[in-house]
Nanobody, 122 residues
Framework: QVQLVESGGGLVQPGGSLRLSCAAS????????MGWYRQAPGKQRELVAS???????NYADAVKGRFTISRDNAPNTVYMALNSLKPEDTAVYYC????????????????WGQGTQVTVAS
């Protein structure tokens, strides 16, 4: 089992910045990819950015050049710097992690954090 604890959301004015953090803990062999998704009211959850255990990153077109994802592998923590925020970035941001676990056999399991609200408004 893996627990993901997020922090760093809040209310910010357009053009402002925030930094999200997500720490993974529990019992697992390793954490593979980690990432951030977001869900705005009335919309589907979408990928914002992801990072592999080796550091390769992937961004949604809407956030390229404004958001930066990074991670520490020891402990397993993923960060995302949100810069030049826009009202359309308002959403609940969810941390996601793919864990390699041993439960009789080795398996990959996806876990989600509880979500942190980011609101961009003047």
């Amino acid at each position: 089992q893996v627990q993901l604890v997020e922090s760093g959301g809040g209310l910010v004015q357009p053009g402002g910045s925030l930094r999200l953090s997500c720490a993974a803990s529990g019992t697992f062999l390793s954490i593979n990819a980690m990432g951030w998704y977001r869900q705005a009211p009335g919309k589907q959850r979408e990928l914002v950015a992801s990072i592999s255990s080796g550091g390769s990153t992937n961004y949604a077109d809407a956030v390229k050049g404004r958001f930066t994802i990074s991670r520490d592998n020891a402990p397993n923590t993923v960060y995302m710097a949100l810069n030049s925020l826009k009202p359309e970035d308002t959403a609940v941001y969810y941390c996601n992690a793919e864990a390699l676990e041993f439960a009789g056999i080795v398996r990959k399991t996806n876990y989600w954090g509880q979500g942190t609200q980011v609101t961009v408004a003047s």
